[in-house]
C-alpha cells in the first residue's frame, strides 16, 4: 500500500509538472517561416511544447527510449530527423500521423504550419541555427 501511495505521488507530481511547463504559452503561437526555420526559436519550442514535456520525450521520462530535448538528442535516435530527407525521418511521419504514436499526444496544438515549418528545417539541412 505504501508503495502505491509513492507511485501515485510521482505520478502526481509528473502531471503537475508538465501542467507548469507549458503555462502561458500555446503551441499554436509558434509560427514558422517559409525559409531560414531556426532550431533555437521555432524548431526547439514546437518540440519543448508538443513532444518533450515530463511524462513523454523529456530526459527524465523518454517515453519508448526517445528523447527530443535538444538539437543532440533529435539525433541520437537513429531515423528520428533524416537531414535533407523529412519524408523518411520518423519525427516528419509521427507529426503528420503516417506512424502511429501510441501515448498522449497533443495533435489537435499541431497545425499545417508547423508540419510545413518542421519540413522545410530538415530540407534546409537540420541546421543548429
Known sequence: MKFLKIIIFVFSLLIIYACTETIGTNSKD????????????????????????????????AAGGIILTSYGTLFSSPGMIIIGEPDRSRLIQIIENKLPH???????????????????????GAKNN
Not at 514558422?32 to 518533450?52: A, D, G, I, R, T
Open 102 to 124: 501510441f501515448t498522449l499526444f497533443y495533435r489537435g496544438n499541431i497545425t499545417e504550419n508547423h508540419k510545413k515549418g518542421m519540413r522545410t528545417w530538415i530540407i534546409e
Open 30 to 61: 509558434i509560427i514558422f517561416p517559409e525559409e531560414n526555420v531556426s532550431f533555437q526559436f521555432h524548431v526547439y519550442p514546437f518540440l519543448k511544447l508538443n513532444c518533450s514535456y515530463a511524462g513523454c520525450h523529456s530526459d527524465e521520462s
